[in-house]
């Protein structure tokens, strides 16, 4: 999976290649866009975290800060990986217009993601 989430010191690194990832892991559901992160390590709802995340072809990490809405734990049925889900902060908006950019046109039937 293209999906690799990485631990450093507390902060999260997500490195997100293309197009059917991204579909996977974007939370358009969440106010102000969310996104799901595959980690086997323990988190709380509310808990903030810090994350960089490198997107497609954007030549830069883009910092990310947010609050965990979503636990999938390990032993998750359904063969759902396990993770968490962030909310992004309403100053993320200028990545939600990425993300959102990079998947129009995407059709959403039929199509599973991370979360639902």
């Known amino acids: 999976m293209s999906i690799i989430p990485r631990i450093s010191h507390g902060i999260l690194s997500l490195n997100i290649d293309n197009k059917e990832n991204l579909y996977k892991a974007y939370m358009p559901f969440v106010t102000n866009g969310g996104l799901f992160i595959p980690t086997t390590r323990s988190y709380q709802l509310g808990e903030e975290v810090f994350m960089l995340l490198m997107l497609m072809d954007e030549p830069d990490k883009i910092p990310v800060t947010g609050k965990v809405i979503w636990v999938t734990p390990k032993a998750a049925q359904g063969g759902r990986v396990p993770g968490i889900g962030i909310q992004?902060?309403?100053?993320?908006?200028?990545?939600?217009?990425?993300?959102?950019?990079?998947?129009?046109?995407?059709?959403?039937?039929?199509?599973?993601?991370?979360?639902?």
């Open 88 to 116: 992004l902060s309403s100053d993320d908006s200028s990545l939600v217009n990425k993300i959102e950019t990079y998947l129009a046109g995407m059709s959403s039937s039929g199509r599973r993601t991370n979360t639902l």
